[in-house]
């Protein structure tokens, strides 16, 4: 079947602007993750969905960072006012309970900010 | 908090060389163990995991075995191949509280023919 789809692929945007990313997880998956993964912090956990439940939010590194789950379906990482150092590949996985909540990854968006 | 601890890289081998990726963890319970991997220009991909103490998971000729007494979950290969070269990250998954994946700082495998 399908698996995490992320869009766009690749983008690249001034400092200042604001940015929107999407995340179709894998169709019945409850749990929904966006992590970032960048040169100077590794792979760094962001936010947490997991199904009517109230995100758990507490990686997210500035306010300028938000996310939000519509339906329990497709997520929207949007990052306001972007900065040089939010750079970084951007990734969404999903997990179910039926999977053991075992966690699967999107191809990522690699977001570049000049 | 929880945190894992892997081994530099890159780690440079020649074609069916052993292959060891030291991986050790911190954590307050007992968590699930996992090793992804990252091929050149691919997303993350499970390559095994284990869930409790003693377990071996394996995959592809990779082998990780939960030990307890250690913190540790090494990964290793008998004989690597060109294919196999990529980043690879061990991670740790607690079963309470927030479920999401704390990660190594991932070790790059270089396997020149």
């Known amino acids: 079947g399908a698996g995490v789809s992320q869009s766009p692929s690749n983008k690249v945007t001034e400092k200042g602007k604001d940015v929107e990313l999407r995340c179709d997880p894998i169709?019945?998956?409850?749990?929904l993750y966006w992590y970032r993964q960048s040169l100077g912090q590794g792979l760094e956990f962001l936010i947490y969905f997991q199904g009517n439940s109230a995100p758990d939010k507490s990686g997210l590194p500035s306010d300028r960072f938000s996310a939000e789950r519509t339906g329990g379906s497709v997520s929207t990482l949007t990052i306001q006012r972007t900065q040089q150092e939010d750079s970084a590949v951007y990734l969404c996985a999903s997990s179910s309970r039926d999977s053991s909540y075992e966690q699967y990854f999107g191809p990522g968006t690699r977001l570049t900010v000049t | 908090g929880n945190s894992v601890t892997q081994m530099e890289g890159p780690v440079t081998l020649s074609e069916e060389a052993f292959l060891t990726i030291n991986c050790t963890y911190t954590a307050t319970g007992y968590p699930s163990l996992f090793w992804y991997v990252q091929y050149p220009g691919e997303g993350l991909q499970l390559l095994l995991k284990a869930t409790k103490a003693d377990d071996k998971g394996s995959n592809k000729g990779f082998e990780a075995t939960y030990r307890k007494e250690t913190t540790s979950f090494h990964l290793e290969k008998g004989s690597v191949q060109v294919s196999d070269s990529a980043v690879y990250f061990c991670a740790l998954l607690m079963d309470t509280g927030r479920r999401a994946l704390t990660f190594g700082s991932g070790t790059r495998l270089q396997v020149q023919p």
């Open positions: 169709s019945g998956h409850t749990a």
